[in-house]
């Protein structure tokens, strides 16, 4: 296989793209409820500024799929790390300089919008890369969650005090300045004409491209794989804290959490290449189990370690896999309104899995919550194997020629 010179600077423009974004989002996660508790009226909502960048991840998720269709990749790209990530970050500093909540609500909305945009760049791999380089293709681009699992812990700590006036700001000043420079990256993205569809193109219904088997499976696995994830990583900082570890050990088990989701990207779009996506589909089924079995042994640090390094590892391999699976499901004309209701689907059962991460864990405990998971789970791994079940039938059944010479 031949991988042009093109196809590796587009890559490599949207790992960087990737990495820059990630540095933002992990950034929000780690710091935003810490200065909306600062800046809220009430304690209780102190991590509404992040359940509004959620927010504005499910509300832009399919309109930007449907723009970037009508104004290419690139243009599309540009615009949200523009609207979303340079105004998000300056919006949300200047809140927190002036002591408004409800300004930094609007500036995290935005960053969510950021997401909404970055989460295509997966999809963009898949569009300049070649069909035999493209499952790599999008793992290296999930990849670059690694640099970000070290840069974005970095962002909000270090940061916080750049700015001596304005205390916890700095990092969403940077947020800011790396958007601004992946604007400037992005320009030089260039996405071939098979990647840029004539909006004029014929299409199939969406009704007539969900029927097809894969396309169920494909949203499934990503969808549940997601809200899995963010459910149980959410929940977990405030089960550890309640066992009595401290916050430097819940950061260092996110941190080798967040490692576990991105450093197998590296490998996962070749396992997806040698042994079939539907295998890796299945492997991730199997290690959220194994996450949930690991969480349910004990609440040590060492349970805490093991059950979340699976989980993130189990969300790369379903996460990757649907994705991949997603790409071959339908034309470069159909992409926009398929994708933007595969990530419409995926980001509004996150955002019921967040919310509801913090009831399970009240009401029914640690143990309880990830037995919870234990059903999605089973129900992923049913879907790979009736997707693997009815493609094996298709390839086994005769075809018409065959069917006329055993009469």
Same mark, same amino acid.
């Not at 935003?32 to 960048?53: F, H, K």
């Not at 799929?65 to 990749?73: D, E, F, I, P, Q």
């Not at 800011?176 to 193109?201: C, I, K, N, Y």
């Not at 609440?299 to 390094?309: E, M, P, Q, T």
């Given at each position: 296989m031949s991988v042009t010179r093109l196809e590796k600077r587009n890559v490599a423009i949207l790992v960087i793209g990737q990495t820059l974004f990630l540095v933002a989002s992990i950034t929000v996660m780690t710091?935003?409820?810490?200065?909306?508790?600062?800046?809220?009226?009430?304690?209780?909502?102190?991590?509404?500024? #992040?359940?509004?960048?959620m927010l504005g991840t499910v509300v832009s998720t399919l309109p930007a799929s449907l723009y970037m269709k009508r104004v290419g990749r690139r243009a599309g790209f540009m615009t949200g790390v523009?609207?979303?990530?340079?105004?998000?970050?300056?919006?949300?500093?200047?809140?927190?300089?002036?002591?408004?909540?409800?300004?930094?609500?609007?500036? =995290?909305?935005?960053?969510?919008?950021?997401?909404?945009?970055?989460?295509?760049?997966?999809?963009?791999?898949?569009?300049?890369?070649?069909?035999?380089?493209?499952?790599?293709?999008?793992s290296?681009?999930?990849?670059?969650?690694?640099?970000a699992a070290f840069l974005g812990p970095w962002n909000a700590s270090i940061a916080s005090d750049w700015i001596a006036a304005v205390p916890l700001g700095g990092p969403y000043l940077v947020i800011a300045a790396l958007a601004l420079a992946a604007t400037g990256l992005l320009a030089f993205l260039q996405v071939p004409a098979r990647g840029e569809p004539d909006p004029g193109d014929a299409q199939r219904p969406l009704g007539r491209i969900a029927r097809q088997p894969a396309f169920p499976v494909a949203v499934l696995a990503g969808a549940a794989g997601y809200a899995i994830m963010v459910l149980v990583m959410t929940a977990t900082p405030l089960a550890m804290r309640a066992q009595g570890l401290g916050m430097a050990q819940v950061a260092?088990?996110?941190?080798?959490?967040?490692?576990?989701?991105?450093?197998?990207?590296?490998?996962?779009?070749?396992?997806?290449?040698?042994?079939?996506?539907?295998? #890796?589909?299945?492997?991730?089924?199997?290690? &959220?189990?194994?996450?949930?079995?690991?969480?349910?042994?004990?609440?040590?640090?060492?349970?805490?370690?093991? !059950?979340?390094?699976?989980?993130?590892?189990?969300?790369?391999?379903?996460?990757?896999g649907g994705s991949a699976l997603l790409a071959g499901i339908h034309?470069? !004309?159909?992409?926009?309104?398929?994708?933007?209701? =595969?990530?419409?689907?995926?980001?509004?059962?996150?955002?019921?899995?967040? &919310?509801?991460?913090?009831?399970?864990?009240?009401?029914?405990?640690?143990?309880?919550? =990830?037995? !919870?998971?234990?059903?999605?789970?089973? %129900?992923? !791994?049913?879907?790979?194997?009736? %997707?693997?079940?009815?493609?094996?039938?298709?390839?086994?059944?005769?075809?018409?020629?065959?069917?006329d010479a055993n009469r």
């Amino acid at each position: 296989m031949s991988v042009t010179r093109l196809e590796k600077r587009n890559v490599a423009i949207l790992v960087i793209g990737q990495t820059l974004f990630l540095v933002a989002s992990i950034t929000v996660m780690t710091l935003s409820g810490v200065v909306g508790g600062q800046l809220s009226p009430d304690p209780g909502l102190a991590t509404l500024p #992040i359940a509004m960048m959620m927010l504005g991840t499910v509300v832009s998720t399919l309109p930007a799929s449907l723009y970037m269709k009508r104004v290419g990749r690139r243009a599309g790209f540009m615009t949200g790390v523009a609207l979303g990530g340079v105004a998000g970050g300056l919006l949300s500093f200047a809140a927190v300089a002036a002591g408004s909540f409800v300004l930094f609500c609007a500036g =995290n909305l935005l960053l969510g919008l950021y997401q909404g945009f970055a989460m295509y760049y997966r999809f963009a791999a898949a569009d300049v890369a070649s069909p035999d380089f493209r499952s790599r293709a999008i793992s290296y681009v999930m990849a670059g969650g690694v640099a970000a699992a070290f840069l974005g812990p970095w962002n909000a700590s270090i940061a916080s005090d750049w700015i001596a006036a304005v205390p916890l700001g700095g990092p969403y000043l940077v947020i800011a300045a790396l958007a601004l420079a992946a604007t400037g990256l992005l320009a030089f993205l260039q996405v071939p004409a098979r990647g840029e569809p004539d909006p004029g193109d014929a299409q199939r219904p969406l009704g007539r491209i969900a029927r097809q088997p894969a396309f169920p499976v494909a949203v499934l696995a990503g969808a549940a794989g997601y809200a899995i994830m963010v459910l149980v990583m959410t929940a977990t900082p405030l089960a550890m804290r309640a066992q009595g570890l401290g916050m430097a050990q819940v950061a260092t088990i996110m941190q080798w959490h967040v490692l576990g989701m991105f450093a197998p990207s590296f490998v996962t779009g070749s396992l997806i290449a040698r042994f079939g996506v539907i295998q #890796i589909l299945l492997a991730g089924t199997a290690l &959220l189990a194994g996450s949930v079995a690991v969480a349910t042994l004990g609440v040590s640090l060492a349970h805490f370690w093991g !059950a979340l390094v699976l989980l993130g590892v189990g969300w790369n391999f379903l996460f990757v896999g649907g994705s991949a699976l997603l790409a071959g499901i339908h034309t470069e !004309a159909e992409r926009g309104k398929v994708q933007g209701v =595969n990530d419409l689907v995926i980001f509004s059962l996150v955002a019921f899995g967040s &919310l509801m991460s913090g009831t399970l864990l009240h009401r029914f405990g640690w143990e309880m919550l =990830n037995l !919870a998971m234990v059903p999605v789970i089973f %129900l992923v !791994a049913l879907a790979a194997l009736w %997707l693997k079940m009815g493609q094996s039938r298709a390839r086994e059944a005769p075809t018409p020629a065959g069917r006329d010479a055993n009469r």
